[in-house]
């Protein structure tokens, strides 16, 4: 007899980039159907629609690691619903260092 181990918590944290509304578009329902218990929680952050960058004023490797998944997702995000995240993203992208970082990556 097999045993059954059980699913690990997933932890959906919101507040960053809009509000919860992002993780009510099937993605809770879709998680707690395959039965993973939800724990969702706001970002005590003041999120982008008040700070420049996602850990407030100063930019830093969380800006980083969401700008890439951002990037890959790009033309599947519905831009006009996400005005701070789209804000946050022109941004990131204006930056010099990552529009180096961007051309590592022409020819590939």
């Given at each position: 007899m097999a045993i059954e181990t059980p699913k690990p918590t997933i932890v959906l944290a919101h507040g960053t980039v809009e509000d919860s509304s992002l993780w009510t578009h099937g993605v809770i329902q879709g998680l707690?159907?395959?039965g993973?218990?939800?724990?969702?929680c706001s970002n005590p952050l003041r999120g982008l629609e008040n700070d420049k960058f996602i850990a407030g004023e100063t930019f830093s490797a969380a800006d980083i690691a969401a700008f890439t998944i951002t990037q890959s997702v790009k033309p599947d995000l519905p831009w006009p619903k996400l005005p701070?995240?789209?804000k946050w993203?022109?941004?990131i992208e204006g930056r010099p260092s990552v529009k180096r970082g961007l051309q590592a990556f022409d020819g590939i």
């Open positions: 707690q159907r395959d993973y218990p939800i724990k969702d701070n995240l789209r993203f022109e941004r």
